[in-house]
C-alpha cells in the first residue's frame, strides 16, 4: 500500500481504502480500479491524496472490527463538523456532550489493541478528522492510564475541541504548504490560535477541568497564552495524553506538505527523549493500537527485508523477524543483535522489481556511428 497525491494518480491504480462521497455514501469500494472519471471526481472532492495497492498486491484482509471503526470514523465526522462549526462561531453545541459520552463508551472502554485506520483527508475537512482520531486516541490511552471516568470525559472533549485555531484560519492560507508561508501568513495564523486560546478561556459553559486541559495543552502545542512555568513543570496526564495522540495524528496522517510518516517513524520520534514526549503516555498510546504485529513487512538497517513474526515484548521495535535474505529468525531484543540490526521502517513497496534509471542509462550509451563515418572520439 503506497500514498499517492491527487495530481499523481493514473487511470488503472487499485484503491487500498474505500471512498466516501461528503454524505457518508461509499463510492469506490476497495480494490476499485481507477479511471479517468474517478480521478476526476476525487480531485474535486479536494482530498489531499489516496492510498492505492501495488499491481500485485493483494487487498489487506480486514476484520469486522476494522470495518466498524471505518464506518464510525465516516459518519462521526459529520456530527464533529457540526460541533466545531458551531463552537467556532462561538455558539453552544447542544451535541458535544452526547458525541464525547458515545465515544468513550465506544472506545473509550477497550481492553484490546486496534487497527488505527487513518481517513483519506481534504484542505477543507482535515481538522474535524484530526480532531476526531485525536479523540479516538485519547480515549483509548486514557482507558490504559487508569483514568477517572470524569477526567477520561474531560480529556476526549479538549481532543474535540483542541484544533478550533486552525478552523479559524481562512481557508486560502490552510492550503498553502509551509514552504509557501510567508512571515506574515505565520503571524496571521499565530493570531487564530491565540483567538482561540482566548474563546476557551471566556467560555464558561465549559467544565472546569476541560478549560485547564485545554489552556495547558494549547500553551504546549501551539505556544499561545504566555509561559506559566509552575504549570509547565507539572506532568497533567490529560495534557501529557493530548499532547501525544495530537503529533501522532498530525505525522501518520497525509498532508499537503510530504508523504505521511510511518507509525514505526512516529513511534521512534515519540520515544526520543529530546523530544520531550512523556513516556507513559507513549506507552498508553502503543498499548492502545497495533505497531509492528505479525505479517508486517519491514525494513533493516543493513538493508535486508524481513516479515515480523512475534511482536515485541519490552520494546515494540524489537520484535522477531524473518529475514528475507537468509531465512534466519532475528530477536531484535537480545543485545548482540539490536548493536547490529534494527527496524528501519515499515516496507513502503511490496515490489522488488528493480527501476533502471533513464539518465544513468544515457551516460552507457553511445552515439550512432554511420558506415564509412569516422570519429576520433572512437577506437577503430
Known amino acids: 500500500m503506497i500514498f499517492v497525491k491527487a495530481d499523481e494518480l493514473k487511470k488503472g491504480m487499485r484503491l487500498a481504502k474505500p471512498i466516501y462521497n461528503k454524505n457518508g455514501v461509499m463510492l469506490y469500494e476497495r480494490d476499485s480500479r481507477l479511471t479517468e472519471q474517478g480521478i476526476i471526481s476525487i480531485q474535486?472532492?479536494?482530498?489531499?491524496?489516496?492510498?492505492?495497492?501495488e499491481p500485485a498486491e493483494p487487498v489487506p484482509p480486514m476484520s469486522a472490527e476494522d470495518i466498524e471503526f471505518e464506518r464510525y470514523q465516516?459518519?462521526?465526522?459529520?456530527?464533529?463538523?457540526?460541533?466545531?462549526?458551531?463552537?467556532?462561531?462561538?455558539?453552544?453545541?447542544?451535541?458535544?456532550?452526547?458525541?464525547?459520552?458515545?465515544?468513550?463508551q465506544k472506545y473509550g472502554s477497550l481492553d484490546h489493541k486496534i487497527n488505527f485506520i487513518q481517513n483519506l483527508r481534504s484542505v477543507e475537512d482535515y481538522v474535524y478528522k484530526h480532531s476526531l482520531n485525536t479523540a479516538l486516541l485519547c480515549a483509548m490511552m486514557a482507558k490504559r492510564m487508569n483514568l477517572s471516568e470524569k477526567n477520561q470525559t474531560d480529556l476526549v472533549t479538549a481532543a474535540v475541541l483542541h484544533d478550533i485555531g486552525t478552523l479559524l484560519i481562512p481557508i486560502?492560507?490552510?492550503?498553502?504548504?509551509?514552504?509557501?508561508?510567508?512571515?506574515?501568513?505565520?503571524?496571521?495564523?499565530?493570531?487564530?490560535?491565540?483567538?482561540?486560546?482566548q474563546m476557551f478561556s471566556r467560555d464558561y459553559s465549559l467544565d472546569a477541568g476541560v478549560k485547564m486541559i485545554l489552556s495547558?495543552?494549547?500553551?504546549?502545542?501551539?505556544?499561545?497564552?504566555?509561559?506559566?512555568?509552575?504549570?509547565?513543570?507539572?506532568?497533567?496526564?490529560?495534557?501529557?495524553?493530548?499532547?501525544?495522540?495530537?503529533?501522532?495524528?498530525?505525522?501518520?496522517?497525509?498532508?499537503?506538505?510530504?508523504?505521511?510518516?510511518?507509525?514505526?517513524q512516529a513511534i521512534r520520534f515519540l520515544l526520543d527523549a529530546g523530544n520531550g514526549y512523556d513516556r507513559v503516555a507513549v506507552?498508553?498510546?502503543i498499548h492502545s493500537i497495533n505497531i509492528l504485529e505479525p505479517g508486517v513487512c519491514v525494513e533493516l538497517t543493513n538493508g535486508d527485508k524481513g516479515l515480523v513474526i512475534i511482536p515485541g515484548m519490552y520494546n515494540?521495535?524489537?520484535p522477531y523477524v524473518l529475514s528475507f535474505r537468509d531465512n534466519q529468525v532475528y530477536?531484535?531484543?537480545?543485545?548482540?543483535?539490536?548493536?547490529?540490526?534494527?527496524?528501519?521502517?515499515?516496507m513502503r513497496t511490496m515490489d522488488n522489481r528493480h527501476v533502471m534509471g533513464m539518465d544513468m542509462l544515457k551516460q552507457y550509451s553511445g552515439e550512432a556511428v554511420h558506415i564509412g563515418e569516422y570519429r576520433d572520439n572512437k577506437t577503430y
Request: aromatic share 8%; glycine share 4%.
Open 44 to 53: 474535486n472532492f479536494g482530498l489531499i491524496g489516496i492510498y492505492v495497492l
Open 331 to 346: 530477536n531484535l531484543s537480545t543485545p548482540h543483535v539490536a548493536a547490529q540490526l534494527q527496524i528501519k521502517d515499515i
Open 316 to 318: 515494540v521495535l524489537q
Open 172 to 197: 486560502g492560507l490552510r492550503r498553502k504548504s509551509q514552504l509557501e508561508l510567508t512571515e506574515e501568513d505565520l503571524k496571521k495564523i499565530n493570531t487564530y490560535y491565540v483567538a482561540a486560546y
Open 283 to 285: 506507552q498508553a498510546l
Open 74 to 104: 465516516t459518519m462521526a465526522v459529520f456530527a464533529i463538523k457540526e460541533i466545531l462549526d458551531a463552537v467556532s462561531k462561538q455558539k453552544p453545541s447542544a451535541k458535544l456532550n452526547t458525541f464525547v459520552t458515545q465515544l468513550v
Open 216 to 264: 495547558v495543552a494549547l500553551r504546549r502545542i501551539f505556544h499561545v497564552g504566555g509561559k506559566d512555568d509552575e504549570m509547565e513543570k507539572k506532568k497533567i496526564p490529560e495534557v501529557e495524553i493530548l499532547r501525544t495522540a495530537y503529533i501522532y495524528d498530525q505525522l501518520t496522517a497525509m498532508n499537503i506538505q510530504e508523504e505521511p510518516t510511518s507509525d514505526v
